[in-house]
């Protein structure tokens, strides 16, 4: 498998949506972990988040989903590997402030028929699952770090503190203060200690 390099001719092609280039070669979108063929029409993409392959096959080879919108050398995703890709999706963007149409535009949908399909399979909407990853990780950041409960909900994608804690209360039943005096750091605990004991012997 040879990976091909981003000559001035393949940006220019990819920039211009070439279709005369669809059947040369495909490119790859890091964040996302799509392909596509350099005619699709979408937004353009950072030089630096993108890798090119010579065909579809490749770049599947690499873990990549083709693009939903342009169907790249008509590699077409099916419903559950599309579910797969907004999962991804939504994991690798988690901390950024996200609506439905941002979701649709990073995963080549309609903002609708992205909704519908999703919850179809899941049961639950992209933003609920966009909620559960969030709520997930920052039990994660108030039991493992010493953020403030601001800094933890910034750090998940939320940038209201008071939507954020009345958003925890609704998903884990208590507040985010409550939870971490449930769920106590005991390393970070003793390294504070530690320092405390030393600051005093000296």
């Known amino acids: 498998m040879s990976q091909l390099r981003i000559t001035e001719k393949r940006w220019q092609a990819i920039i211009n949506k070439d279709s005369e280039y669809d059947?040369?070669?495909?490119?790859?979108?890091?964040?996302?972990?799509?392909?596509c063929a350099p005619s699709c029409d979408y937004n353009i993409v950072d030089r630096n988040n993108i890798e090119l392959f010579n065909s579809a096959k490749e770049a599947r080879a690499k873990s990549y989903l083709p693009c939903k919108k342009c169907h790249p050398m008509d590699d077409r995703l099916t419903a559950s590997e599309w579910i797969i890709e907004i999962d991804n999706i939504l994991k690798i963007n988690y901390q950024k402030d996200l609506n439905l149409d941002?979701?649709?535009?990073?995963?080549?949908?309609?903002?609708?028929?992205?909704?519908?399909?999703?919850?179809e399979h899941t049961s639950?909407?992209?933003?609920?699952?966009?909620?559960?990853?969030?709520?997930?990780?920052?039990?994660?950041?108030?039991?493992?770090?010493?953020?403030s409960i601001p800094e933890v909900a910034q750090e998940v994608g939320i940038n209201n503190p008071a939507y954020f804690s009345t958003l925890f209360k609704k998903h884990v039943g208590q507040t985010p203060l409550k939870f971490r005096k449930e769920h106590p750091n005991n390393q970070l605990s003793e390294l504070l200690k530690s320092i405390s004991m030393n600051l005093q012997q000296t």
């Open 23 to 35: 059947d040369k070669f495909v490119y790859a979108r890091k964040n996302s972990k799509i392909f």
């Open 102 to 119: 941002d979701i649709a535009q990073l995963a080549h949908g309609a903002p609708y028929y992205l909704h519908h399909q999703y919850k």
């Open 124 to 147: 639950k909407t992209p933003l609920e699952k966009l909620t559960e990853i969030r709520i997930a990780k920052s039990k994660n950041l108030l039991k493992t770090s010493a953020l």
